[in-house]
């Protein structure tokens, strides 16, 4: 389990222009296609349940069927954030908003890869275990599972015998946090499937619009509600974030000014136009909310009255994206970077923080360019990114998001690719139990708590599993990496970490496409 809390300040980056440069050689020769499919494959490495009749991912099996039982309702399904056995909602919900927001923005480079299909099912499974999971308009289920004693255990989740107590937040005890990255998350699969499900849009828009009240009338902290994810995924940056996150995104679905009148009214109390913030994660929002309000102002998708405070949001959303170009007016501002050129914002799973970076940045390359009524090429046409270092054009944006995913597939001093399963370098020894037991279609021994760790954890060699896709924690700041599996600050992978890259690779395929015609 890769957690981050807030850090609004970091050192100065190293020589960014001379990094990018070491990194164009690479760039002709990723296969973003390719990467793309396997991001998509590894969310059917991480599903919970009972698994599908179509699942491409042999060496798992059907898992967590009895959760929820003892609290007498139905929590099978969903995804295991990490590693580990433990369903947590917070990253879950994260990562499923993630995935419907590079679907909506690149349905189009998705779907020319040959891959919609298969983007549709992985934010529909995270859905349907969301739906079972708000079992009454004040009551969400938070977490199936407890950390501390899944921790004792080394256990293919088929054989798994640790807790599966169900943890949830209501009225008596809130999570507005919690409640609100799930509200954001169905808000934003309901405009994905309008098309194609209008029926199931509106089912989880209904359920977004019901969590949203419930988040705003019953405010508080889900780790405060909930001590056993303190440890884990604690909201240290508080719930304000993922109140407004939620509002934009229902403004964004519903088209009703009542949520954007929320986002404006609420933006200085929960701090939406006052923190500068350099890093975007599965607990801090503001990035991404800043961008969404950004967006609307680009657009001119506003009232008059709104304007200023958009214009306040806007700002912020600036300060983020020239931080991570290094363009913030001097080091506090900035965005370290290593040697190799990778965002580094601290040492536990710190790709979390490249891959929302590389998302945020294409994103925003994209809204530059479409507010001046053409792609980012030819740079000149596009509307420009207001840096303290100068200005900044769509193209740039979408060139350092290149860079990133470039290191990230092996453009970097170590030449490893840091998503599992692409190229022929890439973490071996990820933290990650069902990867690193025999699967159970190949051995159906029952394998124990004890026996996981002796016979497999502490296992010199290569997992017998790859699984494909996963994007690990990734090297320190000086692009140093050690693929062992104890050191999982840096070889364990988590869903929030993929989850941003299936958009941007989508694109950056689409990109290079373009390029060769």
Not at 28 to 48: C, I, M, T
Not at 49 to 70: E, I, T
Request: hydrophobic residues 40%.
């Amino acid at each position: 389990m890769a957690g981050g809390g807030v850090k609004t300040t970091t050192l100065a980056p190293l020589c960014a222009v001379l990094a990018l440069v070491l990194l164009l050689p690479f760039a002709a020769g990723f296969d973003y296609k390719r990467a793309l499919h396997s991001s998509l494959l590894y969310f059917e490495a991480q599903r919970s349940g009972h698994l599908p009749y179509n699942q491409r991912v042999k060496w798992r099996g059907h898992s967590g069927l009895a959760d929820g039982l003892q609290q007498g309702v139905d929590l099978v399904g969903g995804y295991y954030d990490a590693g580990d056995n433990v369903k947590f909602g917070l990253p879950m919900a994260f990562t499923v908003t993630m995935l419907s927001w590079g679907a909506i923005e690149f349905r189009d480079d998705i779907a020319a890869a040959g891959e919609w299909r298969h983007v549709l099912e992985a934010i529909k499974w995270g859905t349907d275990y969301l739906v079972k999971a708000h079992t009454e308009p004040d009551v969400l289920w938070a977490e199936v599972g407890d950390g501390d004693t899944d921790h004792y255990c080394w256990q293919r989740p088929e054989d798994m015998t640790t807790s599966r107590q169900a943890y949830k937040v209501d009225r008596d005890n809130p999570g507005s946090d919690l409640v609100g990255e799930t509200a954001a998350a169905m808000a934003a699969a309901s405009i994905v499937f309008r098309r194609s499900n209008p029926s199931y849009a509106h089912l989880l828009l209904r359920h977004a619009e019901q969590l949203f009240e419930f988040g705003d009338k019953h405010r508080g902290k889900y780790d405060r509600s909930i001590s056993e994810v303190w440890r884990y995924y604690a909201s240290v940056s508080g719930y304000g974030d993922e109140m407004l996150w939620a509002a934009l995104w229902l403004h964004r679905a519903t088209g009703r000014t009542e949520y954007l009148d929320y986002a404006v009214d609420m933006a200085d109390e929960f701090g939406g136009t006052s923190w500068d913030i350099n890093e975007f994660s599965w607990d801090v929002k503001y990035a991404g909310l800043q961008i969404l309000a950004a967006k609307l102002l680009l657009e001119g998708r506003h009232r008059p009255e709104h304007r200023r405070t958009l214009e306040r949001y806007a700002l912020k959303a600036e300060y983020y994206l020239c931080a991570c170009l290094g363009k913030n007016g001097g080091a506090a501002g900035n965005v370290n970077r290593t040697a190799g050129g990778m965002l580094y914002v601290r040492r536990w799973n710190n790709m979390q923080y490249v891959t929302n970076a590389a998302f945020l940045l294409t994103v925003y390359a994209r809204y530059l360019a479409s507010a001046a009524g053409a792609e980012p090429q030819p740079p000149r046409s596009s509307p420009v990114l207001r840096c303290p270092d100068g200005p900044v054009r769509a193209d740039e944006l979408l060139a350092l998001a290149r860079a990133q995913a470039d290191y990230v597939l092996g453009a970097n001093p170590a030449g490893v690719s840091y998503m599992v399963g692409y190229g022929r370098r890439f973490p071996r020894r990820v933290h990650h139990r069902a990867a690193s037991i025999v699967s159970h279609r190949a051995d159906g021994r029952f394998v124990g708590c004890v026996q996981g760790y002796d016979n497999w954890f502490r296992r010199a060699g290569s997992n017998p599993n790859v699984v494909v896709g996963a994007i690990v924690g990734g090297p320190d700041h000086r692009d140093r990496f050690s693929d062992r599996r104890n050191n999982y600050m840096q070889t364990e992978a988590c869903t929030y970490n993929t989850a941003p890259m299936v958009g941007v690779f989508a694109h950056l395929h689409s990109q290079a496409a373009r390029r060769q015609r």
